[in-house]
């Protein structure tokens, strides 16, 4: 008895996308304080940079996009909406302009102090 041989999948010549996040950079850039002069809330998170990357409609920037920006919390026994909120709320541009700072410099700076290897090697890949 003979077994019918499955044929194998064609493909569609479509590449993959090249890998996108890096949690070893983002757990790096959690541990520093929030990018906005002055900031005392303690809770991080990564925001993406929008404007002028990698990112579009429905696809996040690639992580080397990154800043540290606070989150919701409590300042002073205050509850605080958080740099990160206001930055969507506000828009990219005129959060820069009010605190007076280039989230898109500040992301490259801390892309080039990242301990993450693999994200290095990702960006020299892509000729970045």
């Not at 019918?4 to 569609?12: A, F, M, N």
């Not at 990112?55 to 300042?75: E, M, N, Q």
């Not at 509850?79 to 969507?88: L, N, P, S």
Request: glycine share 10%.
């Amino acid at each position: 008895m003979s077994l019918i041989r499955k044929k194998p999948p064609v493909r569609s010549g479509i590449l993959r996308a090249p890998k996108r996040e890096f949690p070893r950079h983002r757990a790096f850039i959690r541990r520093h304080a929030c990018s906005v002069p002055g900031c005392e809330n303690r809770t991080i998170e990564c925001a993406h940079v929008r404007t002028g990357t990698d990112g579009g409609t429905s696809l996040k920037p690639h992580d080397r996009w990154t800043l540290p920006l606070c989150g919701p919390g409590f300042v002073n026994g205050e509850a605080v909406e958080g740099h990160h909120r206001e930055q969507h709320r506000l828009g990219e541009a005129s959060f820069e302009k009010k605190y007076g700072i280039d989230m898109k410099e500040i992301a490259k700076e801390f892309a080039k102090r990242s301990p993450d290897t693999n994200m290095k090697e990702a960006m020299k890949g892509a000729g970045l």
